[in-house]
């Protein structure tokens, strides 16, 4: 970097690194506020200024961002994504002036980030950021990506930028300025998140992105995050965030259910140190008490999540959803249909979802149990196709998934659905929860038990394969949980076998070939397990929940052709 940019040269650079200073001390310290619940209080503290200074337009984007990201709500959403365009707009007024020669010299050999000043060098890593988080936006309405390879140019400028920026640091001429920790903490927040997010991809998404010069390294991207985490700077807590994202539910959601619990308590701690009553820690704490069997304590931080703040009520959605799922982890039909109840009524991410678990929780009931509000399981069932949702002209792929499962209702003689709250609870990979805890997984199996019991006594339908290849699947996880190798082994082996016979449930042999791979690989028989994931990945497609299918697949594949983890951590979160 020039010496402009840190030795404060002329009064111009003195005056910008002057504006510098003053705008990421107000912004940490709207920051602060935003943590500590204070969530009109920081908005307001940056608003009038969000068109002449480009970290306050960014850090009031990237509030509304987290906000949405937290609440899946369609509007909040869609207030995030504007807002985190007009923060690019006010972030472009601060980047280095081209010429037309400057452009034609930058094609021929990358124009030199060396001669930028502190200020332009700052706007380069805003700019970034904000077409990052508009990024992920789009992947956040379109779990099928199509949105994100759309916006390709846009993402491909992100990446090539953070490229450059980490080139700059790593360069001997680098001199840095002031602010320097709150540049290299964005560096790393960016690098990080992109190497991680790569990672991640199914195979056939990589191709597409690595033709346009995209690759992804998880280990790197995690120790960008850890380094970033963990150094006091604008970005340490977003850097947090996103890691304890990935541990907590991205490595559940979209991959094998191996995620660093441990990592993310260390990460969480001192932030639940500063922010004792802090919704969002307060979440996040309750996730992993989840993730660690504790599911009565969960319950607990869930509930002082919601008591911490009244403002913010779609955050309090977010933890229903969590207390819906405890719930169902602990057999309490009731209320769990009286979370997913509340969010039927209250948010609006998904109604078909919401009113599908309702009527599943109720097919749970036992004869002598009455239904809470009256509600007809049936009825429930049968409206759930004509409360389809678009986001961005896309649907949902979990609401896909419930409308395909309700459609059996539609008849006047409905076949009835086995188990549909524990279907539901496979796609969310809450088997994965369950198995840390062997009395949850035994009662779990119990229930199992009973339904394939109940479905051989019953009259034979056209659907019965479908049936007993899903209590198949999910009591093959509760007996691997259980350590009951060769019974669990058998189940997954029973779904491929009666392939033919399955009428609608295509879904269910992918997922059976990658449950047995993912058994193998726990067992150190890795090339068995790759062949069964190649197998998964290529024979397969047009099924329900594919992209998620094929996003655990990625994460299998990573897990079998890499060394053991070795326990990689950082020490705690940066925070004063």
Known sequence: MDSRAANSGSGGARSSTSDLNTALHECMAALDLFLNNKFSDALASLQGKTKDSMYHALTYATILEMQAMMTF???DILNAG???KEAQATCQKFRKKSTVADSINSLVHRQSLEHFTEEEIHAEICYAECLLQRAALTFLQDENMVS???GGIKVRNSYQTYRELDSLIQSPHYVKGENHLHFEGGVKLGVGAFNLTLSMFPARILRLLEFVGFSGNKEHGLLQLQEGASSYSFRSVLCTMLLLCYHTFMTFVLGTGKGNVEEAERLLKPYLARYPKGAIFLFFAGRIETLKGNIDAAVNRYEECCEAQQYWKQFHHMCYW???????YKRQWKMAFFYADLLSKENTWSKATYIYMKAAYLSMFGPDDCSPFGDSEVEL??????LKLKIAGKSLPTEKFAIRKARRYLSSNPIPLPVPPLEMMYIWNGYAVIGKCPNLTEGM????IEAEEALARSSATELLADDQCVIKLLKGLCLKHLGKISEAEDHFNYIYLNEKKIKYDHYLIPNALLELAILYLDQDRREEAIKLLERAKQNYKNYSMETRTHFR???????AKSAPENGMHSGASAVS
């Open 381 to 386: 069932f049968r409206i759930v196709p004509s």
């Open 73 to 75: 709500d369609p509007q």
């Open 322 to 328: 969590e207390l819906m799922w405890c719930f169902t």
């Open 82 to 84: 504007n807002t985190m």
């Open 553 to 559: 697949i990625q994460a299998a594949l990573h897990q």
């Open 445 to 448: 199996l119990e229930t199992l």
């Open 148 to 150: 994100f390879i759309k």
